[in-house]
């Protein structure tokens, strides 16, 4: 069988089962169980069992349940109010002001969490009804709070990071770092964004902060006091890391810590809310070590085939220009992403991808770092990114799909505008791993 009809047959099996709702790890399993006896027959079910045991049993891969775990401590504390009520009067009587705390509140919590689908439904729940009823534009608002959220993977602690480490094979310190100034930069130009329309239109904006009270410098400095705890966590995570201190699994045992001292001090911490943390995290854990190990069998039946070897043979034979092919390369992701799952695209890309790379030299951290700001793009692309399904489970009938779906594609053009901008100019993206 030719070996672009093996890929081209694999993939739209994987594809046409995402679709159906099959959970991600179920559908690996039955493209694995099926190739294995297909290709090898029973006897090559003992690849099968060793392939899941040594993707099980790799210790990165615990950085991600302590980073799923930390971020459950956070919402389930209920100490994020403390970082709401902080930055809120941080921010001032600026106006249009709401627009600029909901980016810098959701990368906040995105950064802390990790979780792009719980910053959008909280947000959506509790700024969003705030913003609308204070007479902010609904439409700027959510798309704010979207772009915001959307953070959540790229800025560190971030899961996606982990699982693209991992599976392929480059330094996930470096691309922990790699994220940070790019996911900044993001979020600076959505804040820029909002305020800039608020100027044209002064009507996205009430004409004064909804009868709030100036905030004093001393009210300023003790509301930046109280994020002090929260900046404990952040360099706990990140400040090991660049130092050298620590290896991103330690670094993210120590923001467990730093977060479980953060609700003691805020007098948040109970064996109940622990436990249900600990329970969940573990759930949402197996789930993922389940799916990777399923991924890398299949990137190993690829191998198997010669998949791997006449793809790149056939990319190398097109002798498409650098720029071209990744250009390529991304807008495969891109479209893909508006109809299926982040994590299960990168599960299918990733082993296809990872030669193509090495023949054209591109520097793993930079363009493994452009993939996930690329997939990120889809969590709020209509029609189905999932983030806009998360803001609107927590919004309910304050705001619908179709506007959801239009305050988006702002936003979405600001990624794509800076992706092109960090694909042009590498050392916005490496200035950072560069340093370790």
Same mark, same amino acid.
């Given at each position: 069988?030719?070996?672009?009809? %093996? =890929?081209?047959?694999?993939?739209? +099996?994987?594809? &046409?089962? @995402?679709?159906? !709702?099959?959970?991600? #790890?179920?559908?690996? =399993? *039955?493209?694995? /169980?099926?190739?294995?006896? =297909?290709?090898?027959? $029973?006897?090559?079910? &003992?690849?099968?069992?060793?392939?899941?045991?040594?993707?099980?049993t790799t210790s990165s891969l615990a950085t991600i349940a302590l980073f799923i775990l930390?971020?459950?401590?956070?919402?389930?504390?209920? %100490?994020?109010?403390? /970082?709401?009520?902080?930055?809120?009067?941080?921010? !001032?009587? +600026?106006?249009?002001?709401?627009?600029?705390?909901?980016?810098? +509140?959701?990368?906040?919590?995105?950064?802390?969490? &990790?979780?792009?689908?719980?910053?959008?439904?909280?947000?959506?729940?509790?700024?969003?009804?705030?913003?609308?009823g204070r007479g902010y534009d609904g439409r700027l608002s959510c798309g704010t709070i979207l772009a915001g959220a959307s953070l959540a993977p790229i800025i560190p602690p971030s899961l996606l990071v982990i699982i693209i480490g991992t599976l392929?094979?480059?330094?996930?310190?470096?691309?922990?770092?790699?994220?940070?100034?790019? &996911?900044?930069?993001?979020?600076?130009?959505f804040a820029a964004y909002a305020l800039f329309r608020v100027h044209l239109n002064p009507d996205l904006a009430p004409p004064d902060t909804g009868g709030a009270s100036v905030v004093s410098f001393r009210e300023k400095l003790r509301a930046a006091l109280r994020l002090g705890p929260f900046s404990?966590?952040? #360099?706990? /995570?990140?400040?090991?890391?660049? +130092?050298?201190?620590?290896? $991103?699994s330690e670094a993210a045992a120590t923001g467990v810590a730093g977060t479980l001292l953060t609700a003691a001090y805020y007098r948040k911490l109970n064996w109940r809310m622990v436990w249900n943390s600990l329970v969940s995290a573990a759930g949402i854990s197996s789930m993922i070590l389940l799916i990777m190990a399923s991924s890398a069998m299949f990137s190993q039946l690829l191998a198997f085939t010669g998949t791997t070897t006449n793809l790149v043979e056939f990319v190398a034979a097109l002798d498409l220009p650098g720029p071209v092919m990744l250009f390529v390369l991304m807008l495969v992701p891109f479209l893909l992403c508006m109809f299926i799952d982040q994590i299960a695209l990168l599960l299918i890309l990733i082993p296809i991808y990872q030669p193509i790379l090495t023949s054209y030299g591109f520097d793993p *951290?930079? @363009?493994?770092?452009?993939?996930? *700001?690329? /997939?990120?793009? !889809? !969590?709020?692309? $209509?029609?189905?990114g999932y983030t806009m399904f998360a803001f609107k489970g927590g919004a309910g009938?304050? *705001?619908?799909?179709?506007a959801i779906y239009r305050a988006s594609w702002p936003f979405v053009g600001l990624f794509v505008l800076t992706l092109i901008l960090l694909a042009a100019l590498p050392g916005l993206v490496l200035f950072l791993p560069a340093m370790l």
């Amino acid at each position: 069988m030719e070996w672009w009809v %093996t =890929l081209g047959g694999t993939l739209a +099996l994987l594809l &046409g089962l @995402f679709l159906t !709702g099959v959970p991600i #790890f179920v559908a690996f =399993l *039955i493209v694995n /169980v099926g190739g294995v006896l =297909l290709l090898m027959g $029973p006897s090559g079910f &003992g690849m099968f069992t060793n392939s899941v045991f040594e993707t099980a049993t790799t210790s990165s891969l615990a950085t991600i349940a302590l980073f799923i775990l930390m971020g459950e401590l956070l919402f389930r504390s209920g %100490t994020i109010d403390v /970082v709401f009520d902080s930055v809120d009067k941080l921010v !001032g009587r +600026l106006k249009g002001r709401q627009y600029l705390l909901s980016v810098s +509140l959701s990368t906040i919590l995105g950064a802390l969490s &990790g979780s792009a689908l719980g910053v959008s439904a909280m947000m959506a729940r509790t700024l969003y009804r705030t913003m609308v009823g204070r007479g902010y534009d609904g439409r700027l608002s959510c798309g704010t709070i979207l772009a915001g959220a959307s953070l959540a993977p790229i800025i560190p602690p971030s899961l996606l990071v982990i699982i693209i480490g991992t599976l392929a094979n480059v330094s996930i310190a470096k691309l922990l770092l790699a994220g940070l100034l790019p &996911g900044l930069l993001l979020a600076a130009v959505f804040a820029a964004y909002a305020l800039f329309r608020v100027h044209l239109n002064p009507d996205l904006a009430p004409p004064d902060t909804g009868g709030a009270s100036v905030v004093s410098f001393r009210e300023k400095l003790r509301a930046a006091l109280r994020l002090g705890p929260f900046s404990v966590i952040m #360099f706990s /995570v990140m400040g090991f890391i660049l +130092l050298g201190i620590a290896t $991103p699994s330690e670094a993210a045992a120590t923001g467990v810590a730093g977060t479980l001292l953060t609700a003691a001090y805020y007098r948040k911490l109970n064996w109940r809310m622990v436990w249900n943390s600990l329970v969940s995290a573990a759930g949402i854990s197996s789930m993922i070590l389940l799916i990777m190990a399923s991924s890398a069998m299949f990137s190993q039946l690829l191998a198997f085939t010669g998949t791997t070897t006449n793809l790149v043979e056939f990319v190398a034979a097109l002798d498409l220009p650098g720029p071209v092919m990744l250009f390529v390369l991304m807008l495969v992701p891109f479209l893909l992403c508006m109809f299926i799952d982040q994590i299960a695209l990168l599960l299918i890309l990733i082993p296809i991808y990872q030669p193509i790379l090495t023949s054209y030299g591109f520097d793993p *951290i930079w @363009f493994w770092t452009l993939m996930l *700001i690329n /997939v990120t793009i !889809g !969590g709020m692309t $209509p029609p189905f990114g999932y983030t806009m399904f998360a803001f609107k489970g927590g919004a309910g009938s304050d *705001i619908s799909i179709n506007a959801i779906y239009r305050a988006s594609w702002p936003f979405v053009g600001l990624f794509v505008l800076t992706l092109i901008l960090l694909a042009a100019l590498p050392g916005l993206v490496l200035f950072l791993p560069a340093m370790l």
